[in-house]
């Protein structure tokens, strides 16, 4: 199913020798929703719309066919339209360079390095948008029937993967604008902007899904984040546990070194530095931080001369078993 818009406003641009006029704010419009089997029927749809500047595209179901509603789909705003699970997708590309043998009328000899792998074999409708032939680049939107129903959010998750395309076609009310540029006191550049490549559906990657699997992946993934999240604040606070620990014991090793009596300093340096040397092997204190700490408390009681002593002291703890 594709749902077309009516407007009292114009859905497309317009240009005259002193400059363009953007497309209109529609805000009150009439919704309908049209039967599509085929890529045909897609491109007869598209060549009718193609004439009609007060018409165009939305993804959206309108709640009531043919009634004049808001352009809205929020509950909180009495919405037009409901989201929907659709087989079709609309890419639209905006500025990207043009080839130097690009032949605006000739489009299927070039345009396919710009599509997607799992695209590049589908049948496909290209239309070129309204700045098309008027501003550098390649504008266009490129139509495809797919071979399942998705939904809007995961069709936009894969298109922003991808890069390079405008990703806020994907929501219920967001036009996709069909109709010709109108062009006043000057020639419209192309004589054709509508083309019909023959091909199968498309068959996009099993991340692009309908609504009801998307929201299963969503909770898995945001459940999977928290415990992530948990885990790593676990984590963090264990290490400060743990750190707290071994530094207290270092500190209590420092202040036994620092209040030793004369004659009982080397042993005490000795002492300290094996019980503590533990946790460096156990990875649970720092080597230099244990390094530092014993040599700072073991050269304070004793002149320079001996700082060697304090230094082979320490360093025997290494090879304590």
């Known amino acids: 199913m594709i749902t077309t ?24 419009v009439q919704g309908r929703q049209h039967v599509i089997n085929d890529l045909v029927d897609l491109y007869d749809l598209l060549e009718a719309l193609e ?3 007060h018409q165009c595209i939305i993804r959206g179901k309108p709640i009531a066919s043919g009634a004049w509603v808001r352009r809205t789909y929020r509950e909180e705003s009495e919405p037009g339209f409901l989201s929907q699970e659709l087989d079709w997708l609309c890419l639209d590309i905006d500025g ?10 000739m489009p299927w000899m070039w345009v396919g390095r710009y599509l997607p792998a799992p695209l590049q074999r589908a049948g496909c409708i290209l239309q ?22 998705v939904c809007d959010k995961s069709l936009k998750a894969w298109v922003k993967s991808l890069g390079g395309f405008d990703t806020g076609l994907y929501q219920p009310v967001q036009p996709h604008y069909t109709a010709r540029p109108l062009f006043d006191g000057i020639d419209d550049p192309l004589r054709q902007r509508l083309f019909m490549r023959q091909g199968p559906r498309a068959q996009l990657p099993d991340g692009v899904c309908g609504q009801l699997e998307w929201d299963k992946r969503e909770d898995a993934r945001i459940q999977a984040e928290r415990n992530a999240q948990t885990s790593r604040h676990l984590f963090t606070r264990a290490k400060e546990l743990q750190g707290r620990y071994e530094k207290a014991a270092l500190r209590r090793a ?16 000795r002492k300290e ?8 092997v156990a990875g649970r204190l720092d080597e230099s931080v244990w390094y530092d700490a014993l040599y700072e408390a073991g050269t304070s009681t004793l002149p320079a001369r001996r700082h060697g002593e304090v230094e082979r002291l320490i360093e025997g703890a290494k090879k304590a078993p």
Request: aromatic share 14%.
């Open 51 to 53: 004439g009609d500047p």
């Open 254 to 269: 420092c202040q036994a070194i620092t209040d030793a009596l004369e004659g009982e300093r080397h042993d005490t340096i």
């Open 273 to 280: 530095a094996w019980a503590t040397w533990r946790f460096v």
């Open 128 to 149: 070129w948008s309204s700045s098309a032939g008027v501003k550098e680049g390649l504008r266009a939107h490129f139509w495809f029937l797919l071979d399942r129903p």
């Open 96 to 105: 990207a360079q043009l080839p130097d043998e690009a032949d605006m009328h």
């Open 5 to 28: 818009l009516t407007s009292k406003e114009l859905f497309c641009k317009s240009y005259t020798p002193e400059g363009s006029t953007d497309y209109g704010r529609a805000y009150m």
